[in-house]
């Protein structure tokens, strides 16, 4: 267990629907990443928030947002869902962007579009 | 760009055989190098890391990985996998900023090791 924690496990929905993921970072780490992985592409990053803010942007769609609250949690907005999004959606944290920073992974959340 | 490159994408041992996993990164500067390993339908988890210093470094599970600067190379190893090792391991590189900070990660593609009992 990373302590990285994400809600839903699974999410079912339809095109053209909009979810939302949840992520919450270790205890003490300020650095939440979202990550999307899937058969084709890989494990491609998509959006990075410091404290609060964002910090760097990866291969993120339009339709898709993300932020990150005042207690560190972080959600991430997929909108206007297409069959391609299927995918799983990770989440990791770190204590702070830097030369020498580990991210720690939480568990993912399985996105089904139908 | 940058880019990481794992080219066994499918490998099949047996129990007590020894394991090698490339892992190459496209171009040179400050790095920091990283295994994670996938167990089914589990989440990521950090194998072994390296960012400076003895370039061999020892892991979780008796995992070591080697950096070769010469080579953009940071080869993952066991001498006698199990089982249980069965699981996807991804490579990942960050490369440092002219600042000093890191860039985000970049993940190689991911070998699926299949150990057979």
């Known amino acids: 267990d990373s302590g990285v924690t994400q809600t839903p496990k699974h999410l079912i929905t339809a095109t053209g629907q909009r979810v939302t993921l949840r992520c919450s970072p270790r205890?003490?780490?300020?650095?939440v990443y979202w990550y999307q992985q899937s058969l084709d592409q890989g494990l491609q990053f998509l959006i990075q928030y410091y404290n609060g803010e964002e910090r760097a942007k990866g291969n993120i769609l339009e339709r898709f947002s993300a932020q990150q609250f005042p207690d560190l949690h972080s959600e991430l907005n997929l909108s206007s869902l297409e069959l391609g999004d299927s995918a799983l959606y990770f989440c990791?944290?770190?204590?702070?962007?830097?030369?020498?920073?580990?991210?720690?992974f939480g568990p993912g959340t399985r996105l089904l579009v139908l | 760009a940058q880019s990481v490159s794992q080219h066994n994408h499918h490998v099949i041992l047996s129990e007590a055989a020894s394991l090698e996993l490339g892992c190459n990164y496209s171009y040179g500067g400050t790095v920091n190098l990283f295994w994670y390993v996938q167990y089914p339908g589990q989440h990521l988890q950090l194998l072994l890391k390296y960012f400076s210093g003895d370039p061999l470094v020892k892991g979780i599970k008796g995992f070591e990985a080697e950096f070769i600067k010469s080579k953009f190379s940071f080869n993952l190893r066991k001498p006698s996998v199990q089982w249980s090792d069965t699981a996807e391991y991804f490579c990942?590189?960050?490369?440092?900023?002219?600042?000093?900070?890191?860039?985000?990660?970049?993940f190689g593609s991911g070998t699926q090791l299949t150990v057979l009992p």
């Open positions: 990942a590189v960050n490369w440092a900023t002219l600042s000093g900070s890191a860039r985000q990660l970049t």
């Open positions: 990791a944290s770190s204590v702070t962007p830097g030369p020498q920073e580990t991210q720690y």
């Open positions: 205890s003490g780490d300020l650095s």
